[in-house]
């Protein structure tokens, strides 16, 4: 704990060398330091201004508690844990979530290396039916695990969990089953959607899949929505991120917007809608 304090000190003293890293965490302006941590960031990297903002998003609510959630540059999500009993203090409380987690997505041990890929593949063995032959078969799960970490060798954990967001929201969207129907091998699936970030276009793809599922079980978007905000919530609770949960609530609440807006919408047919979804999000 000490070595992890240490390093984070000396990330802090790089990234932001004016502050003082023993009182970064207790100074209330975390919100100005978190957008200031990210600008320096993209500076380093030479990108657009633009890509270096944090985006807070506060729900609506008559009274406490208030809930704030911070999008970091790449998509991570993260919200406030404690119960604020102001707009203001959940937005520092998420600022600082978020800031914790951008710092300690700096440390070494929070790269992928051969030595991290080789300890996460053992433990997908260990946590399944596997065996590490497997590891060299991306046909098989763990194979494709494998080739995934691999792909992404030297990324950070939260550059590497962006992507991860959008397998999850494919397989929980049914569109990975469609493509394996299709005959498509594991690593053909990641190599084609490791080029697309997740953007209005997928997910109103998305959307329109889950209005299909409506159709065929009336019901099932309610169903999943409540249980997307359940998550969502005991996430937030326990200082995970949040990206994931937080889609999944985005996509069923477009849809059953797009329902409610026009009762009888002129949509494609099941097969252009399956055909959609296997040709990608061109």
């Given amino acids: 704990m000490d070595r992890t304090?240490?390093?984070?000190?000396?990330?802090?003293?790089?990234?932001?060398?004016h502050r003082d890293p023993a009182l970064v965490?207790?100074?209330l302006n975390v919100v100005s330091m978190l957008q200031e941590f990210w600008e320096s960031k993209q500076q380093q990297k030479?990108?657009?201004?633009?890509?270096?903002?944090?985006?807070?998003?506060?729900?609506?609510?008559?009274?406490?508690?208030?809930?704030?959630?911070v999008t970091l540059p790449g998509g991570s999500c993260f919200g406030n844990f404690q119960c604020c009993l102001s707009r203001a203090e959940a937005r520092r409380d998420a600022a600082?979530?978020?800031?914790?987690?951008?710092?300690?997505?700096?440390l070494p041990s929070r790269r992928i290396t051969k030595e991290f890929i080789m300890e996460?593949?053992?433990?997908?063995?260990?946590?399944?039916?596997?065996?590490?032959?497997?590891a060299d078969d991306p046909s098989t799960s763990i194979g494709a695990y494998h080739y995934m970490l691999e792909s992404n060798m030297g990324k950070t954990m939260l550059e590497f969990q962006e992507l991860m967001t959008i397998f999850q929201l494919l397989h929980w969207n049914g569109s990975l089953k469609a493509l394996r129907e299709t005959k498509c091998s594991r690593q053909e699936v990641i190599s084609y959607y490791s080029q697309y970030s997740l953007d209005e276009k997928m997910r109103s793809h998305m959307a329109l899949d889950?209005?299909?599922?409506e159709r065929e079980s009336p019901g099932i978007?309610?169903?999943?929505?409540?249980?997307?905000?359940?998550?969502?919530?005991?996430?937030?609770?326990?200082?995970?991120?949040l990206r994931f949960y937080k889609e999944k609530k985005e996509i069923l609440s477009l849809a059953l917007t797009q329902i409610y807006s026009d009762p009888d919408p002129s949509l494609p047919s099941d097969d252009q809608l399956s055909l959609t979804a296997l040709c990608?999000?061109?």
């Fill in 5 to 17: 304090l240490e390093s984070l000190r000396h990330i802090i003293a790089q990234v932001l060398p």
């Fill in 25 to 27: 965490f207790k100074d």
């Fill in 46 to 69: 030479a990108t657009l201004p633009s890509e270096g903002v944090v985006v807070y998003e506060s729900l609506p609510s008559s009274g406490p508690p208030f809930v704030s959630y």
């Fill in 96 to 106: 600082k979530v978020a800031l914790i987690n951008s710092l300690f997505n700096e």
């Fill in 120 to 134: 996460s593949v053992q433990e997908a063995v260990a946590s399944t039916s596997g065996t590490l032959d497997d």
């Fill in 210 to 213: 889950w209005i299909m599922k």
């Fill in 221 to 241: 978007l309610s169903q999943e929505l409540r249980m997307a905000l359940r998550q969502l919530e005991e996430a937030r609770k326990a200082g995970q991120e």
């Fill in 280 to 282: 990608g999000y061109h």
